[in-house]
């Protein structure tokens, strides 16, 4: 399997959330070449502008929807890590571009790959695959369950099954091997508004920047499994170099925070002493009472992978970078 030291990688959605930490972990890892392709569509050159001061680093503006924007840029290429993709908020504002970028892209980025001889390819899937979650464990083996789900959200999920689907075929067909990482929600430095989840915690962030108490929706015990982008970027690295193809394996930390817990986090970070508040929307519904349960045992058996960032302390860099952000803008 590729090595990353000395390798040339390219990071398909390169300009994203993960997309970044991936490459700024490859030029750590002493990769050869890293090449980050992005259209901007819906990630911005500033999140890495400090990977593009390396001169192992390069920037391609390109659209995985334009199957001959990838050829080049995978030429000689040890592995390509595909982090493109629409989450659910901006799949149900467009469904039509995300549907295409989920599965259409998904397949030229495998077929770039066939073309230009790429060894591996590991594709950014998510726990959506699992669809709604029982009260069980949820692990590798659980079925998609998406009757109750809102549509836009079993779009997401099948879209990421289908993406899934798609690198097997070409494993099977044509020996690329491939490996779908399959993420709980993804939160840390340079953190955007379109997952669902994480964003509340940039808008408690703002709220106490700008002397207001936070706001807690609902009941404020709905739980989610957070993970740090850091940990995910490390497990996209792992199963690049590890003899490992063919699987989807869970990225999951197996901790669930609740929604006033994130908040209680951001206000201690913030070292604030406004005190959370809960909204009296009266449309807010109280939580649901299922509860996201990952099984992360795949991922210690095939990458040795296990997260190394905690919550307290994620949160805390969260805020550290968004607190560095805002006072940069404020000096513009
Ligand atoms: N963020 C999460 O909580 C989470 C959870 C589970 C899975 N995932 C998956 O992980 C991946 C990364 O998530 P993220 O939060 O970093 O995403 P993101 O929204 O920050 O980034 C997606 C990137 O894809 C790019 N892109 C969109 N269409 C493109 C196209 N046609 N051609 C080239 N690039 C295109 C966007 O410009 C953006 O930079 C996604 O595939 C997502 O579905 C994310």
């Given at each position: 399997m590729p090595a990353v030291s000395g390798g040339k990688f390219v990071v398909v959605g390169g300009a994203s959330l993960l997309g970044s930490h991936i490459g700024e972990l490859l030029l750590q890892a002493d990769a050869r070449e890293v090449v980050l392709l992005d259209n901007l569509?819906?990630?911005?050159?500033?999140?890495?502008?400090?990977?593009?001061?390396?001169?192992?680093?390069?920037?391609?503006?390109?659209?995985i929807l334009r199957l001959n924007e990838l050829f080049d840029?995978?030429?000689?290429?040890?592995?390509?890590?595909?982090?493109?993709?629409?989450?659910?908020?901006?799949?149900?504002?467009?469904?039509?571009?995300?549907?295409?970028?989920?599965?259409?892209?998904?397949?030229?980025?495998l077929e770039a790959c066939r073309v230009q001889g790429v060894k591996k390819m590991i594709f950014s899937s998510s726990t959506g695959v699992y669809g709604g979650l029982g009260d069980e464990p949820n692990d590798e083996n659980s079925p998609l369950r998406w009757g109750d789900l809102p549509p836009a959200l079993v779009l997401y999920?099948?879209?990421?099954?289908?993406?899934?689907?798609?690198?097997?075929?070409?494993?099977?067909?044509?020996?690329?091997?491939?490996?779908?990482l399959r993420y709980s929600a993804i939160y840390g430095e340079r953190q955007h508004k379109r997952a669902i989840d994480a964003t509340r915690m940039v808008e408690a962030?703002?709220?106490?920047?700008?002397?207001?108490?936070?706001?807690?929706?609902?009941?404020?015990?709905?739980?989610?499994?957070?993970?740090?982008?850091?940990?995910?970027?490390?497990?996209?690295?792992?199963?690049?170099?590890?003899?490992?193809?063919?699987?989807?394996?869970?990225?999951?930390?197996?901790?669930?925070?609740?929604?006033?817990?994130?908040?209680?986090?951001?206000?201690?970070?913030?070292?604030?002493?406004?005190?959370?508040q809960y909204s009296d929307d009266v449309t807010s519904k109280p939580s649901p009472a299922t509860r996201p349960v990952f099984g992360r045992e795949a991922a210690k058996r095939l990458l040795g992978w296990e997260p190394a960032v905690s919550i307290e302390e994620g949160i805390r860099r969260l805020v550290a970078w968004l607190d560095q952000e805002r006072a940069s803008t404020k000096t513009v």
């Open positions: 569509a819906l990630g911005s050159t500033d999140n890495i502008q400090s990977l593009l001061s390396d001169g192992r680093c390069t920037f391609v503006r390109g659209d840029p995978f030429a000689g290429a040890d592995g390509v890590f595909n982090v493109a993709g629409f989450l659910t908020a901006p799949i149900a504002a467009n469904p039509w571009m995300g549907i295409d970028v989920n599965v259409r892209g998904a397949q030229n980025v999920c099948t879209s990421k099954v289908m993406g899934e689907g798609l690198a097997r075929l070409y494993q099977q067909r044509y020996g690329i091997n491939c490996v779908s962030y703002e709220r106490i920047r700008s002397g207001q108490p936070p706001i807690i929706q609902g009941d404020g015990n709905q739980l989610q499994d957070y993970v740090y982008v850091g940990d995910v970027a490390r497990a996209n690295l792992l199963a690049m170099e590890r003899n490992v193809s063919g699987e989807g394996i869970t990225i999951a930390t197996g901790v669930n925070t609740s929604q006033a817990g994130i908040v209680d986090l951001i206000v201690k970070a913030c070292e604030t002493d406004l005190k959370a």
